[in-house]
């Protein structure tokens, strides 16, 4: 069993390359290879940029091999609600893990964030005459159920699916108060705004809602936290956070997508899981990620291993300060262009020491370093100083405290719910305590 990759670059999709099953269990072996037109096509071999699938396969005539399901393949795939709406769709729910993950590999992954995606019949390309628009209060009072709306409507819904993640969300183009789903606007003018709009997760309660309303108020926050440092965030102006008889819709800027003349195009993008080969959900040590990830990419990025170091760790110490626990690695990833490897923008960055579920950090430095959630940034620093100046990096991380003095009053004067300013597990009101004993501020 096999499906083609197609890859987008250079201004349109191409058909890159063949993705070959062995077996039919998770645990079979799976080969990339590249097709032989794509291949000429290309005259930089052992690119792992936007023109190859994956920073672990090299564009080449030599196939990849994986000893199981790639781990790329989980940055494609919907999961949460996105994923019980397919296999529902599909009527494949009762199958194995093995047959499920295929019916949804063919059918739900021709619209994913990126510029990666799985040829399927329904990568056509529309017409203005196939679009169909709706009011953004039906996304804003349907919440997800806004898709099977569409659907019902007659609206091609498969492109609104491709966002991951366990909170629900869709995909969505805004034009002024009208919305529409495109998933193949690469390529063409872009008419709209393209949109991941996010809806709360678990039962939707009010706390779960207060957290959703947060994540957009950091954003907003970190953006003036983070001014001419290098750590990237969303264009605040861009986010909106809207409600409905108190239940709250995120709409956040899509970052993988950038206009050239015009024209949209599709960045390459590729999660920390992807670039390690790690299944999802799995629990890893931050030196062994900072170690792995540098070796693939150093060689395609602008970076320095200093700047490097300065954003991973940067992105941990304002997770810990936010009490953002969801750190796993599908939460940061790269953006991919030629010949040029960076981070993303911070993204999935919401107070989920909140959350009812109590997400835990799956990501942590390790003993001596982290004990208890404390962590000690001084002797990380130490740690990596192969890389990175310690005293450079503590300075960088002190700079971002000074900057957070007064959060709690940035946070409620930009609309974060009292109930996630005065959680305590998160802690705002000790931050001062906390840059102390993480030793970026002096007793």
């Known amino acids: 069993m096999s499906v083609i990759f197609q890859l987008f670059h250079a201004g349109q999709w191409h058909d890159a390359a063949e993705l070959t099953f062995t077996g039919d269990e998770m645990s079979s072996k799976v080969r990339l290879t590249y097709l032989t037109d794509y291949l000429f096509s290309i005259a930089d071999n052992d690119c792992i940029d936007n023109r190859a699938c994956s920073v672990n396969a090299p564009l080449s ?11 790329l393949l989980d ?10 709406w397919w296999l529902r769709r599909l009527n494949v729910a009762h199958e194995t893990p093995f047959k499920k993950n295929i019916a949804l590999l063919k059918n739900a992954c021709n619209s994913p964030i990126g510029n990666l995606r799985v040829k399927g019949h329904s990568n056509k390309v529309s017409t203005n005459n196939d679009v169909l628009y709706f009011e953004i209060n039906d996304v804003v009072s349907l919440q997800y159920d ?19 993640g366990v909170a629900p969300k869709l995909l969505l ?44 108020v950091y954003y907003k926050v970190l953006n003036q ?40 195009h599709r960045l390459g993008m590729e999660s920390i899981y992807s670039i390690i080969n790690a299944e999802p959900g799995s629990v890893q040590n931050h030196f062994d990620v900072i170690n792995r990830l540098w070796a693939k990419i150093s060689n395609v990025t602008d970076m320095s291993s200093e700047d490097f170091i300065k954003q991973y760790v940067a ?6 300060i936010f009490g953002n626990s969801d750190n796993h690695g599908r939460n940061i990833s790269f953006l991919k262009k030629e010949n040029k490897i960076s981070f993303a923008p911070i993204y999935d960055f919401a107070p989920m020491k909140a959350d009812p579920e109590m997400v835990t950090r799956l990501f942590k430095w390790g003993d001596g370093f982290e004990r208890g959630g404390k962590v000690n940034f001084l002797h990380i620093a130490e740690q990596l100083s192969p890389m990175c100046d310690p005293n450079e990096l503590i300075a960088y991380l002190q700079e971002i405290a000074k900057r957070l003095k007064n959060l709690p009053i940035k946070l409620l004067d930009a609309g974060c719910p009292n109930s996630i300013v005065n959680f305590p597990s998160i802690g705002f009101e000790f931050l001062e305590s906390k840059f102390v004993q993480m030793g970026v501020m002096d007793e």
């Open 173 to 216: 183009m805004l034009v002024k108060d009208k919305v529409y789903i495109d998933g193949d606007f690469a390529g063409k003018p872009l008419t709209g705004i393209a949109y991941l709009t996010k809806f709360a997760r678990n039962n939707r309660q009010e706390i779960d809602n207060d957290i959703l309303k947060a994540e957009g």
């Open 315 to 320: 992105r941990d110490f304002l997770n810990l």
């Open 75 to 84: 940055d494609l795939m919907p999961v949460g609600k996105s994923r019980s």
């Open 146 to 164: 806004f898709l099977e709306y569409a659907n019902e409507q007659g609206a091609t819904v498969g492109g609104a699916t491709g966002a991951g």
């Open 225 to 264: 936290v983070l001014d001419g440092l290098s750590v990237e965030t969303m264009d605040p102006s861009l986010i909106k956070i809207l409600e409905h008889n108190g239940q709250v819709s995120l709409w956040l800027p899509r970052f993988d997508i950038e206009i050239n003349n015009g024209i949209a």
């Open 61 to 71: 005539i030599i196939p990849t091999d994986y000893l199981k399901w790639p781990a």
